[in-house]
């Protein structure tokens, strides 16, 4: 069965440092993608950045990059620069690429406070 | 901007008292879906609609509808509101068109209490 596994419920972070996301997968797939959200108190989720399962290179958007090892079966999530406004729930998610299963596979989320 | 609209924000709700959530998009998308989130839980997939195809869950409660009048609009119906079904409502939108990927693009929410 497919399975997204984010084990850090909670994790703290001084402004202006790095933060790395945990987030294993487990899928039989050969072909698939994941993705990392963002959510504030406010609600809103917001999409942070995308890996395909048979992209070389690791994804990265602005301060957000994505250290994918399909070997291990991880797509980390690293915020670089911390900023407080990055203080939110991080979902990490994965779907089949295109097909008919549309549905996308949750992980639980971390928590992520960051201090000034 | 292309976005995705929910309305209300808010809504507070009797228990028992039917409720209806909107959701509009301009992305022109064709995928619309609505996920139920409780406090502290990732999203939950209620059902999606494919164009006019509806797609329902199997652990959706029959007290949960939906409709979709047309591309740009779906609805959420809850007939008839238990104290267990507030929550925040997701709506979300994605492409199959050209798209590599299902990336999906969501509204703001709404959160809804129940009395």
């Known amino acids: 069965a497919q399975k997204i596994t984010q084990t850090q419920p909670g994790m703290f972070v001084q402004e202006k440092e790095a933060v790395t996301l945990d987030c294993t997968y487990d899928t039989s797939d050969q072909s698939y993608g994941l993705f990392w959200y963002k959510q504030p108190s406010s609600g809103e989720m917001i999409f942070l950045i995308y890996?395909?399962?048979?992209d070389e290179q690791n994804a990265t958007e602005g301060r957000y990059s994505l250290n994918f090892q399909k070997a291990r079966k991880s797509a980390n999530l690293v915020i670089s620069a911390s900023q407080l406004g990055d203080s939110a729930m991080y979902f990490c998610a994965m779907s089949p690429n295109a097909g008919n299963n549309r549905k996308l596979i949750w992980g639980l989320g971390t928590s992520l406070a960051v201090n000034p | 901007d292309a976005m995705v609209i929910q309305n209300p924000r808010y809504q507070v709700t009797q228990f028992g008292k039917p409720v209806t959530l909107s959701c509009s998009q301009t992305?022109?998308?064709?995928?619309m879906y609505w996920y139920q989130q409780k406090s502290s839980q990732a999203p939950k997939l209620l059902f999606h609609?494919?164009?006019?195809?509806?797609?329902n869950e199997a652990d959706t409660p029959d007290n949960f509808q939906s409709r979709r009048p047309n591309t740009s609009f779906c609805f959420l119906d809850i007939r008839s509101p238990g104290l267990g079904d507030a929550a925040m409502y997701l709506c979300?939108?994605?492409?199959?068109?050209?798209?590599?990927?299902?990336?999906?693009?969501f509204g703001p929410g709404t959160r809804l209490t129940v009395l």
């Open positions: 609609y494919y164009d006019k195809d509806f797609n």
């Open positions: 992305l022109n998308h064709n995928v």
């Open positions: 979300a939108t994605s492409s199959d068109l050209g798209a590599p990927y299902n990336e999906q693009f």
């Open positions: 890996q395909g399962s048979y």
